[in-house]
């Protein structure tokens, strides 16, 4: 099954030689980099929705940064042109920092903002967050392989408190309907199934109904991800089924790492999905109960609804819902060696007969022996094993060695690795000007323990606030008969809204108009505040807390962050503006992708859309011509990075914000004025960008950067990371810009 994947885009049209290079696909910031440049770059990265980067991620593009496509497979999740250009690597690491931490302090961080345009998600830390992306072991991971020889309590095994010690039969094995919706397999009724396609298996399923593996690769193509294989086994092992499909649109990756699927072998395919689907439907019998691993996604690459499933990955869980890998599950439980490294890409056919065998493995042996071959053990040994495996063995494969710098004191167990344990951040910074031009690949680790203790539910709170309070706008006055359906209009014009209200406190009707989005609000402010409607002359203004005091300053400077720079945010689209805008492409010169947001509950199209430009001159053209007669759109210069929007939409805001008007005790008076904690930390935030800063203006050109905010876990709560990355560019400044 294809796993999420990156690409390069491509021309969306060849009728034109010198038509721009557009990339249009929901949820995905697509840019293509000029193939001519004979110079490392990075390509925007294909994140999912959730906009994150897992650390094997991290890992594949480290271990091919280092070492080139000669000695391992590119990254699936992003494009490094011409690596062979690459001077050097280096990593910083600022422990304790996250992603909610830099945005707290985002005016102070100037530096970061401004420079790196690629920016991503990271999940929170594991105990070993380094030994996950290069392969550093900390000596007490020996602890793991103590974790075999422990007695294994059976009853807090996840698998036995589901099915119990005793064996079980194949319907106690079937998805329960609120499973299968929890776990978003496509069901009748569900969003974005309309159109999907019923399997006809309605009988009643016995513990003596067959059983069907069931395996599909897919490729990308620019409506997402489509069927190009599918494979079912039946019980005896045998194949039934194995058809290549071509997708009826424009392939833009084959996938070919992951599905083994070329341009060559799908060339002379005549087959589509209708016909895959038409002959599942006659091979299944009415009781036919389908097996896969992550069968969802299967599933829905066939558009194909099925009401009886056996997910081997749900039915081999770990603790606290974790998923093992099939290729995990195939050698620990069948001893069988499948996904092998020296194939191009999965075997669709053996990865449908492995999932079928573990179905009937639970089956025959029972939930008991299973839980005794405690997974949870082999897999934090194989992590172990494996981390060895990653950068540093690729490192010694050439010759070369890693330089570490750091204050932890955490011993880390490494031949290949030069480690320089320092005394305190200072001492870092200071032997990383002299190390880091004496290796290929650094790491440079620095230590914010004092942003760790920050109350994360707190600042969290305060953050979801400070949005909200910002894309919120009071209107008015208005007349006492105004016509709210106009209003409504206008206001709506401008952006999605979340709630709009009359207040009634004032003299004469005011709205208070709270946008799902920062633009929204901003662009409202831009073209009403001081318009004359209905014979007034209305104000439309943010509400002034501690929380907005600031916001002209903020915007201001999310305008200017790096990530923001050549993209427009437009207002009022519909779902014919992706087709107009290719169709008229040539008036939107440097034009690079066109990113159309979604409802997340009913996955309709919302009616605001990002474009991102190759230059801020090319977005300013394209901004006059969309807002002309012809276009008659509202836009502006975007505010919120992707990876922002998604993040926002994640913090979940538990209580409503209190009353405006707070009365402070005397007693508090001095406390609520200084916070002498928050200004330490500004300070601190605002130094060390400096320094980080020049750092990084000392690295050789064509060095490729990362900066990883890993996040914390601590008493206070579990916070993601956030990274960064850049490619330090020749024609870059040399001179460090000031931070007040």
Not at 169 to 186: S, V
Not at 218 to 231: A, D, F, V
Not at 572 to 578: D, Q, R, Y
């Amino acid at each position: 099954m294809a796993e999420e994947a990156g690409l390069l885009s491509q021309d969306q049209t060849h009728r034109e030689k010198h038509k721009p290079k557009t990339t249009c696909l929901d949820h995905y910031d697509l840019l293509c980099p000029d193939l001519s440049l004979q110079k490392a770059c990075l390509s925007a990265i294909l994140y999912g929705e959730n906009c994150e980067v897992t650390y094997s991620q991290l890992c594949e593009l480290l271990k091919y940064a280092v070492l080139g496509k000669s000695h391992v497979p590119k990254p699936s999740w992003c494009q490094l042109l011409h690596q062979n250009h690459l001077n050097k690597v280096v990593v910083f690491i600022l422990k304790g920092m996250s992603q909610l931490l830099f945005y707290r302090f985002y005016l102070e961080f100037g530096f970061l903002r401004k420079t790196f345009k690629h920016k991503f998600h990271l999940p929170p830390p594991s105990l070993n967050f380094l030994s996950d992306i290069i392969g550093m072991l900390y000596r007490r991971m020996s602890e793991c392989s103590n974790i075999s020889k422990v007695s294994i309590n059976l009853q807090n095994n996840p698998i036995i408190q589901k099915y119990g010690c005793k064996k079980v039969g194949l319907t106690r094995c079937l998805l329960t309907k609120e499973e299968m919706k929890t776990f978003h397999f496509p069901l009748q009724g569900s969003p974005n199934c309309e159109n999907f396609i019923l399997t006809k298996c309605n009988g009643s399923v016995t513990d003596c109904s067959p059983l069907f593996g069931l395996d599909c690769e897919m490729c990308l193509t620019s409506k997402g991800r489509e069927l190009t294989r599918i494979s079912l086994v039946a019980e005896g092992g045998y194949c039934v089924m194995d058809e290549l499909v071509k997708p009826d649109d424009k392939i833009l990756d084959y996938l070919t790492s992951f599905s083994g699927i070329t341009k060559k072998i799908l060339h002379p395919v005549t087959t589509k999905l209708k016909d895959v689907q038409a002959h599942l439907k006659e091979l299944l019998p009415p009781d036919a109960v389908l097996v896969g691993h992550s069968l969802d996604v299967d599933l829905r690459a066939l558009k194909m609804i099925h009401p009886h499933v056996i997910d081997t990955s749900l039915l081999y869980v770990g603790k606290q819902g974790r998923r093992f890998k099939l290729k995990f599950l195939a050698k620990v439980i069948l001893g069988k060696d499948i996904q092998c490294p020296n194939m191009l890409g999965h075997d669709a056919i053996e990865d449908a007969r492995t999932t079928l065998e573990l179905a009937q493995y639970f089956l025959k042996y029972g939930p008991k022996k299973v839980a005794k071959l405690n997974l949870e053990a082999v897999a934090c040994l194989q992590e172990v094993k494996t981390a060895a495996q990653h950068v540093l063995e690729c490192l010694e494969s050439v010759g070369q060695k890693l330089l570490f710098l750091t204050q932890d004191n955490n011993e880390f167990s490494s031949q290949n690795c030069r480690t320089i344990k320092c005394l305190s951040n200072k001492e870092v910074l200071e032997q990383a000007r002299v190390e880091i031009p004496l290796f290929p690949f650094s790491i440079v680790q620095f230590s914010f323990d004092p942003f760790s203790f920050i109350p994360s539910e707190d600042t969290k709170k305060r953050m979801m606030i400070k949005w909200m309070e910002m894309s919120t706008v009071y209107a008015g006055p208005f007349s006492k008969n105004c016509n709210l359906v106009v209003l409504k209009k206008i206001f709506h014009s401008f952006g999605p809204v979340h709630s709009m209200t009359l207040v009634f406190e004032t003299h004469r009707p005011h709205l208070c108009i709270q946008y799902e989005v920062l633009e929204a609000a901003q662009l409202a402010i831009e073209s009403m505040n001081g318009t004359v409607v209905e014979g007034f002359c209305i104000k439309v203004q943010r509400p002034v807390t501690e929380f907005t005091l600031e916001c002209d300053n903020l915007v201001k400077e999310l305008e200017q962050d790096s990530e923001n720079q050549g993209t427009l945010y437009i207002a009022g689209v519909n779902e014919t503006f992706k087709v107009q805008l290719l169709q008229q492409s040539n008036l939107f010169l440097g034009l690079k992708a066109v990113i159309l947001p979604k409802d997340a509950k009913s996955r309709e199209q919302k009616d605001y859309c990002f474009l991102k430009f190759k230059t801020f001159g090319n977005a300013e053209r394209a901004l006059e011509i969309l807002s002309g007669k012809n276009w008659n759109l509202k836009g502006r210069h975007a505010l919120t990075p992707r990876h922002l929007q998604v993040w926002l939409k994640g913090l979940q805001l538990e209580s409503v914000r209190p009353p405006r008007l707070q009365v402070v005790h005397p007693l508090l008076e001095k406390q609520t004025f200084q916070t002498p904690e928050v200004n330490h930390l500004k300070r601190l935030a605002c130094r060390w960008s400096r320094k980080i800063e020049k750092l990084y203006y000392s690295l050789s050109p064509g060095t490729l950067c990362l900066i990883l905010l890993p996040g914390t876990k601590s008493a206070f709560g579990s916070l993601s990371g956030l990274g960064m990355m850049k490619i330090k560019d020749e024609e870059e400044c040399d001179t460090p810009s000031i931070c007040e």
